[in-house]
């Protein structure tokens, strides 16, 4: 099993900031892209940031110079910092994680169970 496991989440005044974080535990061998997607009712699931292996951030445009991704490879964790938060941010934010469990299996998405960011103008 691969867990996820997310936190940060909470209410905040538009121009605000969240730091959310996010740790992989459970049976990984590897883990190739960790992330940040946002989902808010009746509607996809959209990126929010990715960050690979190779270390080169990818971010939507509607964040891009107001939050910031970073990764502990060692301690399997992914963190999204949000700055300038505004109230179009507000959604229920999930991390994801591309695991493989072996040396001889593809790397699969798991996803955490989300936390809630809502953002008041």
């Known amino acids: 099993q691969v867990q996820l496991v997310e936190s940060g989440g909470g209410s905040v005044q538009a121009g605000g900031s969240l730091r959310l974080s996010c740790k992989a535990s459970?049976?990984?061998?590897?883990?190739?892209?960790m992330g940040w997607y946002r989902q808010v009712p009746g509607k996809q699931r959209d990126m929010v940031a990715i960050?690979?292996?190779?270390?080169?951030?990818d971010y939507a445009d509607s964040v891009k110079g107001r939050f910031t991704i970073s990764r502990d490879y060692a301690r399997r964790t992914v963190d999204l910092q949000m700055d300038g938060l505004k109230a179009e941010d507000t959604a229920v934010y999930h991390c994801?994680?591309?695991?493989?469990?072996?040396?001889?299996?593809?790397?699969?998405?798991?996803w955490g169970q989300g936390t809630q960011v809502t953002v008041s103008s």
């Open positions: 994801r994680a591309d695991v493989a469990k072996s040396i001889t299996s593809p790397p699969m998405p798991y």
């Open positions: 459970g049976s990984i061998f590897s883990i190739n892209n």
């Open positions: 960050l690979p292996n190779n270390g080169r951030a």
